[in-house]
């Protein structure tokens, strides 16, 4: 199985469109789940006989994005995203880690469903726990992430979000921050 399909296109207003399509093995569904970027999408299922018949509908969903002018976008034309929450320890507590999993599993699935991109990695540095996030959009990113704490009741005010180019992953510049705060550091 070639795993997911996700790709993009601006639309006559420049409004940025996702679309994206996989195999759910479990339930036997070819899933496609589409949208405006930064917004709910729309998902819809169809139930799929095997693996084979779903590679089948994967290709041509990829094939039909191709030709509707989709197309995936590099990783050196998104950014990091960094979601960065205050520790008490310097390498976190049991609690840190917990924060950790619910942390990441939420903006997993926060930013999929948005067409915002892919949490790539999660770390603890000095004091810190860093969620880096790959996205097509930093603003429409760092106010999802901003939702998406609020709304899963991870600790808000000890957040701040910071991006960078991909190509540029030492030039983070400071989006967010629930305290005054006059740079960022990983």
């Known amino acids: 199985m070639s795993g997911i399909v996700r790709v993009y296109k601006r639309d006559d207003e420049g409004t940025l469109l996702f679309r994206e399509a996989w195999f759910d093995d479990e339930y036997s569904q070819f899933i496609m789940n589409f949208g405006i970027v930064g917004h709910q999408s729309k998902t819809e299922e169809t139930d799929v006989a095997d693996p084979a018949a779903a590679e089948n509908l994967l290709d041509a969903f990829a094939a039909q994005c191709a030709e509707d002018g989709y197309a995936e976008i590099p990783d050196e034309e998104q950014f990091w995203v960094v979601a960065q929450f205050a520790l008490k320890t310097r ?78 992953p030492d030039a983070f510049k400071l989006k967010h921050s629930a305290k005054p705060a006059s740079g960022f550091s990983l």
């Open 91 to 168: 390498e976190g507590t049991d609690r840190d880690r917990r924060l950790q999993e619910k942390a990441t599993d939420a903006l997993i699935s926060h930013l999929a469903w948005r067409g915002l991109g892919t949490v790539d990695r999660s770390e603890f540095t000095d004091f810190k726990l860093n969620i880096f996030c790959l996205c097509p959009d930093v603003n429409k990113a760092v106010n999802a992430i901003k939702v998406c704490a609020r709304g899963e009741d991870l600790d808000f005010t000890k957040l701040s979000i910071a991006a960078a180019p991909f190509t540029q």
